[in-house]
C-alpha cells in the first residue's frame, strides 16, 4: 500500500496526555496537493492511507478514531474516543465526535455541534449550532439538527428493544433498517404484529400531540 502522508515528527502537540503528529501529504489526492500539511493525528490508523479521506488545518483525530473513505475534518474539529467517520462526511468548525458514534454518507457536522455515545448521523443529515446528538439516536435522511430538542429517541419495550429516533425537521422515523413518515411506520408495524403496530401507532400520535403542544 503505498502511503499517502507521513507524520511529522518535529511538529506535534499534546492533548489530554496524548501527542499528535502533523500530518503532510506524500502524494496529490483530491484536492489535497503533495507537500500540503494537514492537522493532527495520534498514530496512522486514525486515518486511512487509502481514498481521500483528510485532516486538515487544525482539526484532531486521536485515541482509536478512524478517519476513512472520502471523509474530511477540518476547522477545529476534533473527532475521538471510538468514533468513525466514513464516506463523503464533513466534520468542521468547533464540532465533536467521540465515543462510538459514527458519521457517514454525505452527512455534516459543524458548528458547535456534538455527536457522541452510540449516536450515528448518516445520508444527508445535518447537525449543527449547539445540537447535541447522543445515546441511541440515529439522525439520518435529511434531517436537520440545529437544537438537542430537534429529535426525540424512544425505546421499543415490547419486542426488540431496540431504540427508534423521530426528527422533527423533516418529520420521518428511523427504525432498525426503516425510514419514513409516521403513518408508514405505523402500516409496516402492523404487518409485523397487532401490538407492534397499536404501539408504533401509540407513539406517533405521542408525537403529534407533543408537536401541538410545542406550536
Given at each position: 500500500m503505498t502511503k499517502k502522508y507521513e507524520l511529522l515528527t518535529e511538529d506535534?502537540?499534546?492533548v489530554f496526555g496524548r501527542k499528535l503528529f502533523r500530518i503532510k501529504a506524500l502524494v496529490s489526492f483530491g484536492v489535497v496537493r503533495k507537500?500540503?500539511?494537514g492537522g493532527y493525528i495520534e498514530k496512522e490508523s486514525n486515518l486511512s492511507h487509502e481514498d481521500?479521506?483528510?485532516v486538515y488545518s487544525h482539526a484532531q483525530v486521536y485515541g482509536d478514531a478512524e478517519v476513512s473513505s472520502d471523509a474530511r475534518v477540518y476547522g477545529n474539529a476534533m473527532v475521538f474516543g471510538d468514533a468513525k467517520v466514513y464516506g463523503d462526511a464533513g466534520i468542521f468548525g468547533n464540532a465533536r465526535v467521540y465515543d462510538k458514534a459514527k458519521v457517514c454518507g454525505d452527512a455534516k457536522v459543524y458548528g458547535d455541534a456534538r455527536v457522541y455515545g452510540d449516536a450515528?448521523?448518516?445520508?444527508?443529515a445535518r447537525v449543527y449550532g449547539n445540537a447535541m446528538v447522543f445515546g441511541d439516536a440515529k439522525v439520518y435522511g435529511d434531517a436537520r439538527v440545529k437544537l438537542s430538542k430537534d429529535y426525540i429517541v424512544f425505546k421499543n419495550t415490547w419486542?426488540?428493544?431496540r431504540w427508534f429516533t423521530y426528527t422533527k425537521s423533516n418529520k420521518m422515523w428511523r427504525?432498525?433498517?426503516f425510514y419514513g413518515t409516521g403513518q408508514e411506520l405505523i402500516k409496516k408495524a402492523y404487518k409485523d404484529s397487532k401490538t407492534s403496530g397499536k404501539c408504533y401507532e401509540a407513539y406517533v400520535n405521542l408525537v403529534?400531540?407533543?408537536e401541538k403542544i410545542e406550536k
Amino acid at each position: 500500500m503505498t502511503k499517502k502522508y507521513e507524520l511529522l515528527t518535529e511538529d506535534t502537540i499534546e492533548v489530554f496526555g496524548r501527542k499528535l503528529f502533523r500530518i503532510k501529504a506524500l502524494v496529490s489526492f483530491g484536492v489535497v496537493r503533495k507537500g500540503e500539511l494537514g492537522g493532527y493525528i495520534e498514530k496512522e490508523s486514525n486515518l486511512s492511507h487509502e481514498d481521500k479521506a483528510w485532516v486538515y488545518s487544525h482539526a484532531q483525530v486521536y485515541g482509536d478514531a478512524e478517519v476513512s473513505s472520502d471523509a474530511r475534518v477540518y476547522g477545529n474539529a476534533m473527532v475521538f474516543g471510538d468514533a468513525k467517520v466514513y464516506g463523503d462526511a464533513g466534520i468542521f468548525g468547533n464540532a465533536r465526535v467521540y465515543d462510538k458514534a459514527k458519521v457517514c454518507g454525505d452527512a455534516k457536522v459543524y458548528g458547535d455541534a456534538r455527536v457522541y455515545g452510540d449516536a450515528e448521523v448518516s445520508s444527508d443529515a445535518r447537525v449543527y449550532g449547539n445540537a447535541m446528538v447522543f445515546g441511541d439516536a440515529k439522525v439520518y435522511g435529511d434531517a436537520r439538527v440545529k437544537l438537542s430538542k430537534d429529535y426525540i429517541v424512544f425505546k421499543n419495550t415490547w419486542s426488540s428493544f431496540r431504540w427508534f429516533t423521530y426528527t422533527k425537521s423533516n418529520k420521518m422515523w428511523r427504525v432498525g433498517c426503516f425510514y419514513g413518515t409516521g403513518q408508514e411506520l405505523i402500516k409496516k408495524a402492523y404487518k409485523d404484529s397487532k401490538t407492534s403496530g397499536k404501539c408504533y401507532e401509540a407513539y406517533v400520535n405521542l408525537v403529534l400531540e407533543l408537536e401541538k403542544i410545542e406550536k
